[in-house]
């Protein structure tokens, strides 16, 4: 069974403070993983995409993968309280017959407090 | 560009009853999908299209048709209402199926079955 697991929190840190948010993945073959961020009553919107093991930076945003472990992660740095919001990790599964057949993971909820 | 668009907003069925979740999008995207939120839960992949003409089950379609007779529209029908089809439903699309291709979605309607 396809499986993306995200802990669901909240995870609250401190403006200004580094937010790690962490994701594990079922199907080992998996090749391309995604980061969306959810406001309360809002559609997803995509913040990250990383295909290969290492880290990908965005401004404020590292995302960072280990295919061996299954594991991937987001690193948000000086985290401001418009960061709270829940965030989706999103993994394209192996046998998708080549279409971007998401598997979402439930999300982790990050609150910002000043 | 309006982008995706989803009506109705809000909608409350009574279990029995039928309705069409309509989307369009105007970026001239093949590939089109719905999912389903459930409170606390990741989305889960419902239906998907890859051009006009074509559509395949996703992850959880009982309950649901689909048909995409344009590039532009994608609706969902519900036929016989039921509780556990109450959800957030949210359609998107992308330009092609090429893994990593972004996924843009609409602002998804919120189903409530009674």
């Known amino acids: 069974q396809k499986e993306v697991e995200q802990n669901s929190g909240p995870l609250s840190v401190p403006e200004g403070a580094i937010a790690s948010l962490n994701c594990t993945y079922s199907?080992?073959?998996?090749?391309?993983f995604f980061w969306y961020r959810q406001y309360s009553g809002k559609s997803p919107e995509l913040i990250m995409s990383?295909?290969?093991?290492g880290d990908k930076e965005d401004g404020r945003f590292t995302a960072q993968l280990n295919k061996a472990s299954q594991y991937v992660s987001l690193l948000i740095r000086d985290s401001q309280p418009s960061d709270s919001a829940t965030y989706l990790c999103?993994?394209?599964?192996?046998?998708?017959?080549?279409?971007?057949?998401?598997?979402f993971g439930a999300g982790t909820r990050l609150a910002v407090h000043p | 560009n309006a982008g995706v668009t989803q009506t109705p907003k809000f909608r409350i069925l009574k279990i029995g009853q039928s309705m069409t979740l309509q989307c369009t999008q105007d970026?001239?995207?093949?590939?089109m999908y719905w999912y389903r939120q459930d409170p606390g839960m990741g989305l889960k992949l419902i239906y998907y299209?890859?051009?006009?003409?074509?559509?395949d089950k996703g992850e959880v379609p009982n309950g649901y048709n689909v048909s995409r007779s344009t590039t532009e529209d994608f609706p969902l029908r519900l036929e016989l209402a039921a509780p556990s089809q109450t959800s957030v439903y949210f359609c998107a699309s992308s330009y092609s199926s090429r893994s990593g291709d972004e996924q843009f979605f609409g602002p998804g309607t919120r189903l409530t079955v009674l």
């Open positions: 299209s890859v051009g006009a003409g074509i559509t």
């Open positions: 970026m001239n995207h093949n590939y």
């Open positions: 990383i295909y290969s093991n």
């Open positions: 199907d080992r073959g998996s090749q391309s």
């Open positions: 999103a993994v394209n599964p192996p046998f998708s017959g080549g279409y971007n057949k998401l598997i």
